[in-house]
């Protein structure tokens, strides 16, 4: 496994601030939030696409993905939608990322399946990944792998949030073996409980990360695993740094 830090636990950072705390805990990369707060997003110019990429690959880490907020099942036409990926696709080819985070945002597969076939190639041609995340209306490793079988590109992947699936009731034994086909990214994280989703630090609330680790680890899985600690939703909790080394020796554990 590949520990990357989502910008999402760092609200107000600069791509500076991000780039060192991701080196200081000896990250291999750093996960992009696509919004105009965070200085990356696809209103970027050609120069500052450059400058991004030369930064980061500058500090020797790799951008793991960008977390983009495209709704691939969202209700209404497809054009904006694809329009949308289209365009963060691009954005992530240009900084040199593996590839672009959507959301649900809808709860009709054949929707979102017929969007990814639209971008399959021009995915394809950019040697990048659609990640599709277990979030919103389908939160469950079943109904992203009903999804990403419908849609029946390899360019359409999944994205296993570790809270979401388990806080709809399913249990990481389940998520995994419908995950498995598609298994591309892994984002890490702990909360309080299944209703109150406040982000505590590894080990001290009531996602299973101990189960999810060892499955990850019988199922052979060597990708990228993201802390997303979401400071950003959850003003009042800890920065960061105080997390990351709990995410990083789970990492280590559950990694060899």
């Known amino acids: 496994m590949r520990l990357s830090v989502s910008t999402l636990g760092m609200p107000g950072a600069g791509l500076g601030e991000a780039i060192?705390?991701?080196?200081?805990?000896?990250?291999?990369?750093?996960?992009?939030?696509?919004?105009?707060d965070t200085g990356v997003h696809a209103g970027?110019?050609?120069?500052?696409?450059?400058?991004?990429?030369?930064?980061?690959g500058g500090a020797g880490l790799e951008?793991?993905?960008?977390?983009?907020?495209?709704?691939?099942?969202?209700?209404?036409?497809?054009e904006p939608v694809v329009r949308a990926l289209r365009a963060d696709l691009e954005l992530a080819a240009e900084l040199g990322a593996g590839g672009v985070r959507v959301f649900p945002r809808g709860d009709?597969?054949?929707?979102?399946?017929?969007r990814l076939r639209q971008v399959a190639?021009?995915?394809?041609?950019?040697?990048?990944?659609?990640?599709?995340?277990t979030h919103d209306q389908l939160a469950t490793g079943a109904a992203v792998a009903r999804l990403l079988k419908e849609a029946g590109v390899s360019q359409a992947v999944a994205l296993w949030d570790l809270l979401h699936p388990w806080r709809n009731g399913e249990a990481p034994a389940d998520t995994l073996a419908?995950?498995?086909p598609y298994l591309d990214y892994?984002?890490?994280?702990?909360?309080?409980?299944?209703?109150?989703?406040?982000?505590v630090a590894m080990g001290e609330g009531s996602v299973p990360l101990e189960e999810a680790g060892e499955l990850l680890r019988g199922h052979g899985y060597r990708g990228w695993v993201s802390l997303e600690w979401e400071r950003t939703w959850y003003p009042q909790v800890a920065p960061v740094e105080e997390i990351l080394p709990g995410a990083?020796?789970?990492?280590?554990?559950f990694g060899a």
């Open 108 to 114: 009709d597969p054949a929707v979102g399946a017929r």
């Open 44 to 56: 970027l110019r050609p120069q500052e696409r450059r400058e991004v990429r030369r930064r980061v």
């Open 186 to 199: 892994v984002q890490v994280k702990d909360a309080v409980s299944a209703t109150d989703t406040t982000p």
């Open 178 to 180: 419908a995950l498995a």
């Open 248 to 253: 990083a020796a789970w990492v280590r554990r």
């Open 63 to 78: 951008i793991s993905a960008l977390a983009g907020y495209v709704g691939i099942c969202q209700p209404g036409e497809d």
């Open 20 to 36: 060192e705390v991701a080196t200081r805990f000896g990250c291999a990369g750093v996960e992009l939030r696509l919004h105009p």
């Open 121 to 133: 190639g021009e995915a394809a041609a950019l040697g990048l990944k659609v990640l599709v995340e």
